[in-house]
């Protein structure tokens, strides 16, 4: 079993920063790849970046590609997200996500990102 644990949201006025982080406990997740995700009110959970074990690959969603920065430090079994140039259709809640056997398989409980206009 993992547990994570998602910090550093909150409300940002439009072109701000956030820096999210995601902290696992219960075993070792420097051999997985991890994900972040997020949820607005009324769609569906989109990915928004991904990253390898070796950080060697990475992913972004189309929407937050040249803003968002995923990284990974796996001597403290945690996982970041860099959010800049924050706009409002960022505002969702952001999940933090460990892939076992190529499926996503635990999850954080979420951070709320609220991006004012």
């Known amino acids: 079993q993992v547990q994570l644990v998602e910090s550093g949201g909150g409300l940002v006025q439009a072109g701000g920063s956030l820096r999210l982080s995601c902290a696992a406990s219960g075993r070792t997740v420097s051999s997985s790849t991890m994900g972040w995700f997020r949820q607005a009110p009324g769609k569906e959970r989109e990915v928004v970046a991904q990253?390898?074990?070796?950080?060697?690959?990475?992913y972004y969603a189309n929407s937050v590609k040249g803003r968002f920065t995923i990284s990974r430090d796996n001597a403290k079994n945690t996982v970041y997200l860099q959010m800049n140039s924050l706009k409002p259709e960022d505002t969702a809640v952001y999940y933090c996500a460990v892939a076992t056997d190529g499926r996503y398989e635990f999850w954080g409980q979420g951070t709320q990102v609220t991006v004012s206009s």
């Open positions: 990253i390898t074990r070796s950080a060697g690959v990475t």
